[in-house]
């Protein structure tokens, strides 16, 4: 779920940050942060369940087949281009989605890499769509959900107002010049 995968990455962000640097990481950042931590379902819950390119929402941007040479590849021009802190904190939240989606799979199978996780290595999980999607009633909260929610809206919350006020700072300081 998006609070389930953002909460997991953006408490240790946070933490890293007031132990490094003693502040809060700015909006912006917290910004690339979420978007890294949606990313994989951004690009194939779409593909699966509205286009029916994939037979599965978790393969494609979820598979370390893909996922691996990309976030190199994302490392590296952040690199060239010094943009090493947003390159680095959209794959940190991007990888972390990955084992935020299968170490329940990892777990129950006995410690097997899930076939999405190495797609199109291996055939993928045949189930296409959740049972919400399929069946809209379904869709059930356990009590860690809501307080994830509550969380992570506060987080996302935070994120987006930071961003704004990052923002009228710098047309501000634009007007000044
Ligand atoms: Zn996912």
Known sequence: MPWGHFLIAVIPYISYSLIRHRKMPNGPILLVLLFGTQFPDLVDKPLAWQFDVLINGRIFMHSLVFAVPLSVAILLLAWIYDRRTIGGTFVFGYLLHIPGD????????????????LWPLFSPSPISKPEFVTQPGLLTFTGWDIVAVGIGTVLIGYTFITTINSARKYSTSLRII
Not at 102 to 117: C, D, E, K, Q, V
């Open 102 to 117: 299968f170490y329940t799979a990892f777990i129950r199978s006995g410690l097997h890499i899930p076939n999405n996780m």
